[in-house]
């Protein structure tokens, strides 16, 4: 459905590792090796600790920078986290919400998601909402249920306005950190399914524009093939992203 309207996304979800220096190193020889793409929107999600830091080493620059979480309240006695405000204020332009390990380990309920969400939008960041099965679930053939599920509740109250302003990245459990990655057919069959979804919700002309990123072991040699689908419109890149040679080639390919 019409994918020259959407600018290919490539986002890099660093999860729960490098250290200040470390994280800089990384982002010097991202900005070395990609300063001439201005085709392709590249985002780094650094750790809380690295934002600030990374935040002014990126002014000026293509890439985009992304927290990994956010809390849905603005400030307040809630030791431990951070506020879309606080992300705002620290530089940052995206935030990924509902991620599975999130969702996994921490409790993520598709309530908090929305409530996330909703606070990421008036602080005026651009939320990458994940969705997707787990294995049992794709097995059990309830994949797409899964997801309408975690679409509806996500999603519930975001206006036609504010939806725009989302993109979604679909990973499938079963293919985050195993190599498993999902075949380029089974990946466009769930990005058509959620833009089948967004068209019912919100209309096809807003659907069309709605950029739906795929994630769960994207790689340098598997990124074109997952591009060449039609509802495929970038990538959240976990383990290829902690490195300048993969996560380059990754948003090279991707073109
Ligand atoms: P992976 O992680 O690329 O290491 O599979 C993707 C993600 O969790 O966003």
Known sequence: MNKGLRRPIIAGNWK??????????????????????TDVDVVVCPPFTLLVNISDMLLETNIGLGA?????EEEGAYTGEVSAKMLKDAGCQYVIIGHSERRQFFDETDESVNKKIFAALKNALTPIVCV??????????????????????????????DIEKIVIAYEPV???GTGK??????????????????????????????????????KPDNIKGLMANEDIDGALVGGASLKVETFTAIVMNSR
Not at 19 to 33: D, F, H, I, P, S
């Open 68 to 72: 990994q979480d956010t809390f849905w």
């Open 16 to 37: 729960m590792y490098k250290t200040v220096k470390e994280g800089e190193e990384l982002v010097n020889g991202l900005k070395r090796e990609l300063y001439k793409v």
């Open 181 to 218: 990655v999902a075949t380029p057919e089974q990946a466009q069959e769930a990005h058509k399914y959620i833009r089948g979804w967004l068209s019912k919700a919100y209309g096809t002309d807003i659907a069309c524009k709605i950029r739906i990123q795929y994630g769960g072991s994207v």
């Open 174 to 176: 079963w293919a985050i």
């Open 132 to 161: 997707g099965e787990n294995l049992s679930e794709r097995e059990k053939g309830i994949a797409f249920d899964v997801i309408k599920k975690q679409l509806d509740g996500g999603f519930k109250g975001v206006s036609e306005v």
